[in-house]
């Protein structure tokens, strides 16, 4: 057994640092439009922006001489035969990234066995960074709000077109407090950890993917609160990148259970009336 | 005459330097709940929560040696009998810093016999900062949109309740390519500044005061950009708090027009359906 440790692992840390490297080099060397043209077709089935490729390209390099399993954005799963796999997002945000709008983070969950154990998440604008492992004690803890009524929501951009999650993004904004837009998933989850938002949800768009969710199923749990989905599907280790999710990070579970209902029932409704 | 300057006006760079200090004293101070609760009602009508009063009460301090006049979000209208006025927002985004989303600014703008000649922006959370002088060539430049179908907007958060309001806001959001809500008008007009978003509004909700938009009516406009009213009410230096504006800060003139036009038609026709 390895002691307990006290840091992040080495590798999570070398991966951070080498988006981070490259994040400001990308901004720096290019242009908007170029930073965002679509370069390839990434592992989960969207459009890599060149901004994208550039960080996963420099992270990966990083993570070679670690020798451990990697399921990444754009790569998809890369087989090392290690125990230790970890599953990432070179550049959350990458619209943002792109853009120059300063909300963009690396995040990146170590699973051993299947399992995940620790979370590493970095805002690359700022080098401000949240770690968690689930054997030690951690700094952060949400804000223990149990109701939607009142609450601090983030959410991804409202889908307007489509009638489901138009409707569960609306009913949800209605019934919160605050409403914010970041853009960024993975910084987002880092505020529910630490109390600044009460939750945070897909609405219904079946938008996340393993690599959006992993750290906050680690750092938001050890934190007080709950991540899950608004169908109920497990959130699980899987090397399947075209597996999707509607996110939900919640302050406690009976907020994210509010939540989620809330979501699906305005989804359901909506989509049975259209 | 002064000669043309080179950079901001001191009196503005003593008061972000202030408001900087004493946010990050306040936060490091006291708890969320302190911070967020409501200590009086703002000069502009609103209430004044702890962190506001801290923030502003330092800079007002700060100020004092400089023998200007202040316009300011909480105390209002200090009449130092000068011909220099500032238009100052202490702290942007008070709702961000009282719950530790750090989002939140210090914008100020000067005024010369009632003419607005520089605007200064710090983002209190980093210390980046921006400036521009209408007399003076300014390295921002807006994205040069000029069409809100595939924008990247940015909102104020929905006014759910309030059918004018909430039917603006879905409408521009259902014409734009990306929506936020950063919740800090004066950081996301900073953003349109410099071309990383195309366009910022409040829709139809009329939250703006004239410390909310001053800065973006210098700099925005000195970047190619230009800043309007839903209504088309001017926006003017003026010393009553009270007057609000729905400001509409936009990468161009036709873009603005545009974003406004489509606020006001939704907003319009839902009022008159209800």
């Known amino acids: 057994m390895n002691p307990t440790p006290g840091s992040p692992d080495a590798a999570l840390t070398a991966a951070a640092e080498a988006a981070r490297t490259a994040y400001a080099r990308a901004r720096a060397a290019h242009d908007r439009a170029t930073l965002a043209e679509a370069v390839a077709e990434g592992a989960d089935g969207t459009p890599t922006m060149r901004i994208d490729r550039i960080v996963e390209d420099a992270v ?7 020798h ?6 754009e790569s998809g799963w890369i087989d090392k035969g290690s125990e ?9 945000g990458s619209a943002n990234g792109a853009a120059g709008v300063p909300l963009t983070a690396f995040a990146g969950a170590v699973a051993i066995a299947g399992e995940f154990t620790e979370a590493y998440t970095v805002w690359l604008d700022t080098g401000r960074s949240w770690w968690a ?10 804000s223990g709000r149990t109701e939607l009524a009142g609450a601090a929501l983030s959410l991804l951009r409202p889908h307007t077109s489509v009638p489901g999650p138009a409707a569960a993004w609306w009913a949800a904004a209605s019934r919160a407090a605050r409403v914010r837009i970041l853009s960024t998933t993975c910084l987002e989850a880092a505020l529910v950890a630490e109390g600044a938002i009460d939750a945070f949800a897909d609405a219904c768009s079946d938008t996340h993917r393993l690599v959006d969710l992993a750290a906050a199923a680690v750092m938001v749990t050890r934190a007080g609160g709950a991540v899950l989905d ?7 280790f899987d090397t399947d990148l075209t597996r999707r999710w509607s996110g939900v990070v919640a302050a406690t579970p009976q907020l994210g259970r509010e939540l989620a209902e809330t979501l699906r029932t305005a989804a359901d409704t909506a989509t049975a009336g259209s």
């Open 68 to 73: 451990v399993n990697i399921l990444s954005e």
């Open 60 to 66: 990966l390099r990083a993570l070679e001489p670690h």
């Open 230 to 236: 608004v169908r109920g599907r497990p959130l699980e």
């Open 84 to 92: 230790v796999s970890l599953v990432i997002d070179p550049l959350d």
């Open 133 to 142: 492992h689930r054997e030690v004690p951690t700094p952060y803890r949400t």
